[in-house]
């Protein structure tokens, strides 16, 4: 009996162990390409980060230096009207799943926002060829624009949901009983309370579409020069990487090393400023 | 039914006068007139009929699911926030109709503030924005009138000495007592005609509880006060009204002294003298 035991004991421990051991492998697994991703941008895309390359238009074929000035502010105009089309649409999508409708055909449009958001990149930009590019004739920083914010709204629908769903109802009663209207109780008690994780999933839907490059093929299609106008084509720092990585210049997949770098590090960027914001104050239940 | 619309936003519009003079003994506050109560298939309270005494302290007891707080509730129309319930009878607040189709559950909830169980101050305003938010989002911008009945609110609750000089700091960052009273603060600030407790002090110690009674002691002068309570001692020590409940229907109600000591009804007797519940 007590030899049992004691035997027991020592298989208990390995097992233990060994569940520990694999789950730590695991973990190195999953961070790893990470810093492997990070390392090799460093290594390859460093030198190229200069002052040139914030301010320049790219060089022509053959000329030595040039930028991707035009790339980097492309991507902020294409973020920008994105954030205009996906931002409110999510937003006011997810406090109407938290906060009206009715449980059957609230589970039906959660279903549906699960399904968009599981939707390839590339099909968004498909759509918004067929739906816009086609009919005007053009691509336009309008449709590159318009097929990332369609890739935010179920993101940032989710999201949102969530996080009003995560403020206790002990809230909304106590402003429902001092004679605050329903509207008013959600913007300015429900939505207040959750900010910091709406502010988070709208960060991260940004993050998400900054780099994609799929939608924006035969939408914003790409430009060389300055986007004198919305509805023309205009340059996004992704397709710049993407058009430069498959050149056969040397110049040229420096500037993509760089680009992709450059990329890389805002996208941290904006996952540090969500890391610092939702620690915050403890205030905040989300 | 107009006339009953006008009245309600009139009275509510004229709350800043003070509270009406000393009423004769016995004015009711509440008329519930055969109240009955369905969350869906379940009847939650079953033709309720009582009067709510004026300035003075109404105690709902008896066991866990007896209705206590869907009676309570149906006093200020927070029992609506709940889907699928249907109402039967009357409510009448100073005679008018708390039902009748014209009025707005919002002008309701006005005049009949409530606390509840667990405090909730707001988590992201500080103690001085948590007292008048109520007053700020029905529509109040004068920053003199706002201060102002911040500092009675606070000192009607007495919490004011505690926190007069931490008003800027977060309504969490207190005790779980002075959230409470903080919360009590807040209902007061809208200067409603009742206030409604759903067992107020089951969350905290006995010091805090103490303060609490002490208060709605205080505050009976001016408000009329209902409230549920599970514990029976402070029933007896805080009430001058009990009303017994028991599977939605009201077995007893009468002053507290009698009800506690000379009870009619052989079930109120058991479950005081706590052989059930």
Not at chain 1, 120 to 129: A, D, E, F, R
Not at chain 1, 152 to 166: G, H, K
Not at chain 2, 38 to 54: C, F, H, P, Q
Request: charged share 15%; net charge positive; hydrophobic share 45%.
């Amino acid at each position: 009996m007590q030899f049992e035991r004691a035997h027991n004991h020592t298989w208990r421990k390995i097992k233990s162990g060994l569940a520990c051991g694999i789950a730590f492998v695991s973990a190195v697994l999953v961070i790893s390409p990470l810093g492997l991703v990070f390392f090799y941008l460093l290594v390859n895309g460093a030198g190229s980060v200069n002052w040139d390359f914030f301010t320049k238009l790219p060089a022509p074929v053959g000329a030595v230096g040039g930028g991707m000035a035009n790339a980097i502010v492309g991507t902020l105009e294409l973020l920008a009207f994105a954030g205009v089309i996906g931002i409110p649409t999510g937003v006011l999508g997810g406090v109407y799943l938290a906060e009206y409708g009715s449980a059957r055909i609230n589970s039906f449009l959660r279903f549906l926002a699960d399904v968009l958001n599981g939707i390839p990149s590339i099909t968004w930009g498909v759509v918004v060829y067929g739906l816009v590019v086609l009919r005007f004739k053009g691509f336009s920083a309008y449709a590159g624009g318009l097929a990332l914010g369609l890739i935010m709204i179920p993101l940032i629908l989710r999201t949102t949901e969530e996080v009003i769903l995560l403020v206790p109802n002990g809230y909304r009663e106590a402003a429902l009983a001092l004679g605050v209207s329903r509207w008013k109780t959600i913007v300015h008690i429900v939505m207040k309370t959750a900010s910091k994780g709406i502010i988070t999933g709208i960060l991260l839907a940004l993050a998400r579409v900054g780099g994609e490059t799929a939608p924006l093929l035969f939408t914003a299609f790409g430009n060389r020069f300055w986007n004198h106008s919305l509805s023309q084509p205009i340059a996004a720092l992704p397709l710049q990487i993407f058009t430069y990585a498959i050149s056969p210049y040397d110049d040229w997949h420096r500037q993509a090393w760089a680009g992709a770098l450059v990329l890389v590090t805002g996208v941290f960027c904006v996952n540090v400023t969500v890391r610092i914001l939702t620690r915050g104050r403890t205030a905040s239940v989300v | 039914m107009e006339t009953t619309e006008r009245s309600v936003i009139e009275r509510a519009e004229q709350r800043s006068a003070p509270p009406p003079e000393v009423e004769a003994p016995m004015a009711c506050t509440f008329q519930v007139k055969n109240l009955s109560i369905w969350y869906g298939e379940k009847r939650a309270i079953d033709n309720v009929t009582l009067d709510v005494a004026s300035n003075a302290v109404t105690a709902i007891i008896g066991p866990s699911g007896c209705g206590k707080s869907t009676l309570l509730r149906a006093l200020n129309r927070m029992h609506e926030l709940v889907p699928k319930t249907r109402m039967e009878g009357t409510v009448l607040l100073h005679g008018e109709n708390l039902y009748s189709s014209t009025v707005d559950p919002a002008t309701v909830r006005r005049r009949v503030g409530m606390i509840f169980q667990k405090s909730n101050p707001f988590p992201t305003m500080t103690i001085g924005e948590n007292v008048v938010i109520g007053l700020r989002l029905n529509g109040v911008r004068n920053q003199r009138f706002l201060d102002e009945r911040l500092e009675k609110s606070l000192r009607m609750a007495a919490l004011w000495d505690e926190v007069k000089d931490d008003l800027h700091k977060p309504g969490t960052s207190l005790s779980g007592g002075q959230q409470q009273r903080l919360c009590i603060a807040r209902a007061l600030a809208v200067e409603p005609e009742v206030i409604l407790m759903d067992e107020p002090c089951s969350a905290l110690d006995p010091i805090a509880t103490a303060k609490i009674e002490e208060l709605i002691n205080e505050l009976k002068a001016q408000y009329t006060i209902v409230t549920v309570t599970h514990n029976m001692q402070q029933a007896g020590r805080i009430s001058d009204y009990t009303a017994f409940l028991y599977i939605g229907r009201l077995i007893e109600f009468g002053p507290t002294t009698k009800i506690f000591t000379n009870p009619s009804e052989k079930q109120t007797e058991d479950y005081i003298t706590g052989r059930f519940g």
